[in-house]
């Protein structure tokens, strides 16, 4: 099993639509986490850190569920903008000491 | 404000051929990362650095090597290309101490790398 998985998708939504996405892992000592967006051929970049306590960005809302090892991602009104992969990212611990495992992406088109 | 900074954008080499990516940072980062991605997976880690003058191994270390003689600076180095390594190579950089980094990681755009 991987550390970290996703669902690569691809979501394709109207504009205007509520998408969301999860993300499990499967180390219970894991630290932190982060969604990512990442557009073709480009760099990933940060999208939002994820709180235990959920947190809101605009139209994202990112959430922790610790009892069942899953975050997740809303996303409200869709944009043709919001067309990209996006990435969990997960800090832990194992007995190799503290790592990042990034997932392999959702992809979501958002279309006119 | 640079922020990451990768160089070269583009390369392409023949196997058995050697080569120095540049990755150089002003943030005043800690650490900095080598990644790999290739299509439909994850960025896999190749070599990290937590401090000056300090290397670790990351996912996928074989066939790479990695030096940070100054904090700004991560170099990755191909001693010997194999068609294997054509890839797209990320830098990053984060906050961190103590061995560990909550911290969310900064990215180059990215070096496009292609082994003949």
């Known amino acids: 099993r991987k550390e970290v998985e996703q669902d690569p998708g691809p979501f394709n939504v109207p504009e205007g639509a509520t998408v969301a996405f999860n993300c499990t892992y499967s180390?219970?000592?894991?630290?932190?986490f982060f969604w990512y967006r990442q557009d073709c051929r480009k760099e990933p970049k940060l999208l939002m850190s994820v709180y235990s306590s959920g947190n809101e960005d605009g139209r994202f809302t990112a959430q922790l569920n610790r009892a069942s090892q899953y975050i997740s991602l809303l996303i409200r009104d869709s944009k043709l903008s919001d067309s990209a992969t996006y990435l969990c990212?997960?800090?832990?611990?194992?007995?190799?000491?503290?790592?990042?495992?990034f997932g392999a992406g959702t992809r979501l088109f958002v279309k006119a | 404000n640079a922020g990451v900074t990768q160089t070269p954008k583009f390369r392409v080499l023949k196997t058995g051929q050697s080569m120095t990516l540049l990755c150089a940072q002003d943030m005043n980062h800690e650490y900095m990362y080598w990644y790999r991605q290739d299509p439909g997976m994850g960025l896999r880690l190749i070599h990290y650095s937590v401090g000056e003058g300090t290397t670790a191994k990351g996912e996928v270390p074989d066939g790479y090597n990695v030096s940070r003689l100054k904090k700004q600076n991560f170099l990755l180095g191909l001693e010997s290309a194999a068609p294997s390594q054509t890839s797209v190579y990320f830098c990053?950089?984060?906050?961190?101490?103590?061995?560990?980094?909550?911290?969310?990681?900064?990215f180059g755009d990215g070096t496009r790398l292609s082994i003949l």
């Open positions: 990053a950089s984060s906050y961190g101490q103590g061995g560990m980094s909550n911290q969310p990681q900064h």
């Open positions: 990212v997960v800090n832990m611990y194992d007995t190799g000491g503290f790592k990042t495992i």
């Open positions: 180390n219970s000592a894991s630290q932190s």
